[in-house]
């Protein structure tokens, strides 16, 4: 079926344009149909799916007819009893030796758009070949449903609280008695999507103070995408500022990527975001194993690991490149410059609450304030600083932007010699002062992302008019 692609983290479509009931059903039954053919042979503790859901308009719908297509086809199935935040599916999957599971989300998109991830028996993000198998088998058997009543009287379904188990490991994970003791006053917004106000209640009962801000429901999202950064951001930085807290917390529509706002006003980028996290664990930690970035990570982070003699690795853009390498080396952080991070002994997941109370601890740990880290930072590995663009861009010019950047690709930007040329995802050009240029198609949104870094944000931004005309002259 044409209409149904699944792109860099699951299938994302529009509310009742693609993203239908019978579509959703179409899909359920595709999964189905590869739990029962393909999975044969895996050894799990349990042949059951998880299925949970975000906080959009008609997510708790689309689980049960993800659960009811899963039932009929004789597979067991844990329902969550309320909104879920991704990584509580991701944990679920793997302490429980389930045999995958669903999320419904569209994560940071807009308002109007729903989605689907598979989460595989690792806890993690669907490889490709599983993604490509769930497109062959659309449309390949009739779908099988049976109603949520009539499921759940046979125990094929079960609603439960998914979410606590979780938590319960996060608060194991993190030292909750350093944080609790800390005084740090913080501010936490969850987006009005599923991480609610579970920092708040992790840390309730101490001397750390924590303020929430948009944890109620509200599918539209207040006319905002629930994307970590600005202008979604905004109040937060200001209330930040204005309420004189220590450090703002967001996580974004389903709880799997951290934003991050400082006590200035200001706005941390996903590359600053994932630093601070790798130096907590690396130096208050002490904590040791490779690190993975995608292609469009900073050379911040290659600083370090060549400082601590770590193995870096890049990956095309998808957290599910970064989920297969810690499945099969010791990793010790893997993230995005989107600000979703996984961090060893936790699950191949982005976590948005771990990632934030990580932050926390790094803070107590060393008794400084945030904007005092950052300076040590820059102090010692340099100033660098990341920005991003996306543009609306026609489908029809897509293939054209990329054969001509193939064939007729820049030699210098802004004065400076381009001295390499990645072509892992899209096109990143490296300039001889270490600025660079990427260019890259959506995986989820038709649009053109376009990344830059320079020594000053004044550069970063020059580099990115650099990429628009560029863009622009195709």
């Not at 319960?168 to 501010?187: G, T, W």
Request: hydrophobic fraction near 40%; proline fraction near 3%; charge should be positive.
């Amino acid at each position: 079926m044409g209409g149904i692609k699944f792109g860099t983290d699951g299938w994302r479509a529009v509310i009742s344009e693609d993203f239908t009931f019978d579509n959703v059903k179409k899909v359920a039954q595709a999964v189905a149909d590869y739990i029962k053919n393909d999975c044969k042979d895996l050894k799990v503790k349990e042949e059951k799916t998880v299925v949970g859901y975000d906080t959009r308009f008609l997510s708790e719908k689309y689980a049960e007819l993800m659960a009811c297509v899963f039932a009929a086809n004789g597979i067991k199935t844990v329902l969550a009893d309320r909104p879920t935040p991704t990584p509580s599916v991701s944990f679920t999957i793997k302490d429980r030796g389930y045999i995958g599971g669903i999320m419904i989300t569209a994560s940071h998109n807009p308002a109007r758009y729903n989605g689907i991830k598979y989460k595989a028996y690792y806890g993690g993000s669907a490889a490709p070949e599983m993604t490509k198998k769930f497109e062959e088998y659309l449309d390949k058997s009739p779908v099988k449903y049976m109603t949520l009543a009539d499921a759940k009287a046979q125990g094929l379904v079960v609603i439960e609280d998914i979410i606590a188990k979780h938590m319960d490991f996060v608060r194991k994970y993190v030292n909750i008695k350093l944080l609790k003791s800390s005084r740090l006053k913080v501010l936490a917004d969850s987006m009005y999507g599923t991480g609610n106000d579970y920092i708040a209640e992790l840390l309730k009962g101490g001397k750390c103070k924590v303020d929430t801000i948009h944890d109620e429901l509200n599918p539209s999202f207040c006319g905002i995408n629930p994307e970590p950064i600005m202008p979604n951001l905004k109040e937060l930085a200001e209330k930040t500022k204005r309420g004189k807290y220590d450090i703002g917390l967001a996580t974004d529509g389903d709880a799997d990527r951290l934003g991050v706002a400082l006590p200035n006003g200001k706005l941390l980028t996903g590359h600053k975001v994932m630093t601070l996290m790798l130096l907590h664990l690396l130096e208050d930690r002490k904590m040791r194993g490779s690190v993975v970035q995608t292609i469009c990570g900073t050379f911040l982070i290659e600083k370090i690991c060549k400082k601590y003699g770590l193995k870096m690795r890049e990956t095309p853009v998808g957290f599910k490149y970064i989920c297969d390498l810690m499945l099969k080396e010791d990793v010790l952080i893997g993230g995005e410059e989107t600000g979703g991070v996984a961090f060893k002994n936790s699950i191949p997941e982005r976590d948005g609450v771990l990632s934030g109370l990580l932050i926390l601890e790094m803070m107590a740990a060393r008794k400084k304030k945030i904007l005092d880290i950052l300076k040590k930072i820059d102090k010692e590995y340099g100033t660098y600083e990341y920005r991003r663009l996306d543009v609306k861009y026609p489908d029809d010019k897509k293939a054209k932007l990329m054969d001509a950047l193939k064939a007729k690709a820049p030699k210098e930007m802004l004065g400076k010699k381009i001295v390499q040329t990645k072509t892992t995802d899209g096109y990143k050009f490296i300039c001889e002062d270490k600025s660079w240029l990427m260019m890259r198609l959506s995986g989820t949104e038709p649009i053109l992302r376009i990344y830059a870094e320079a020594s000053s944000e004044k550069k970063a931004f020059q580099i990115l008019e650099f990429g628009k005309s560029l863009a622009y002259s195709v």
